[in-house]
């Protein structure tokens, strides 16, 4: 079974700075799927950023980056230029690629930006 | 478009009680799926279905029934409720995920159990 391990369970960052959010996985498959999602206070999980396997080239969506480590199992969030609606708790997730449908989630990371 | 919809936003039972909680989606997706979420948890998949008429287990399937009767809509049926029920369920849903689709997700449902 894949697992996915947040070893941060809080940070806090100052308005405008760079975070890092780490994320380790385990699996035997190269053909997957990596993805993070941010929970605001609302509660809604809203996807971040997604990274295919089999891509070396890592992903990016605005001020959201990843740097994905395939050999190291490794896949943490960069967020840059840090705003006050970036407080969330953000979750790694992983989905095995073909006909398999699970995403499986680490424990969460909560962000607090402050002012 | 209204997405994932779940209904209601927050339920009070007691122990024993049933109930059900409502999904539907709007964006023609076979693939829906429900996760609790328990805090220092994180999201545990319950029940997922890629297709009306098609449903299968997750991580935690234990005291949850699921059926599929229309590609819109994935309820998730509690029987008999108990205390360790009390989590916050999410519904979501995607195309087909046989390439890292991303999964939607409803605004989920609070569930207190006493």
């Known amino acids: 079974a894949q697992t996915v391990t947040q070893s941060q369970p809080e940070m806090s960052v100052q308005e405008a700075e760079t975070v890092t959010l780490s994320c380790t996985y385990d699996?035997?498959?190269?053909?997957?799927?990596l993805f993070w999602y941010k929970q605001p206070p609302s509660r809604q999980m809203i996807l971040v950023i997604r990274q295919e396997a089999y891509k070396q080239q890592n992903a990016t969506e605005n001020r959201f980056s990843v740097n994905f480590q395939k050999a190291a199992k490794s896949f943490s969030l960069k967020i840059s230029d840090s705003q006050l609606g970036d407080t969330a708790m953000y979750f790694c997730a992983f989905m095995m690629g073909g006909s398999n449908y699970k995403l499986t989630f680490g424990k969460g990371t909560l962000l607090t930006v402050n002012p | 478009n209204a997405g994932v919809t779940q209904t209601p936003k927050f339920q009070v039972l007691k122990t024993g009680q049933s109930m059900t909680l409502q999904c539907a989606q709007d964006m023609n997706h076979e693939y829906m799926s429900w996760y609790r979420q328990d805090p220092g948890m994180g999201l545990r998949l319950i029940h997922y279905s890629v297709g009306a008429g098609i449903t299968d287990q997750g991580e935690v399937p234990n005291g949850y029934n699921v059926s599929r009767s229309t590609t819109e809509d994935f309820p998730l049926r509690l029987l008999s409720a108990a205390p360790s029920q009390t989590s916050v369920y999410f519904c979501a849903s995607s195309y087909f995920p046989s390439g890292g689709e991303t999964q939607y997700f409803g605004p989920g449902t609070r569930l207190l159990v006493l």
């Open positions: 699996t035997s498959e190269s053909n997957y799927y």
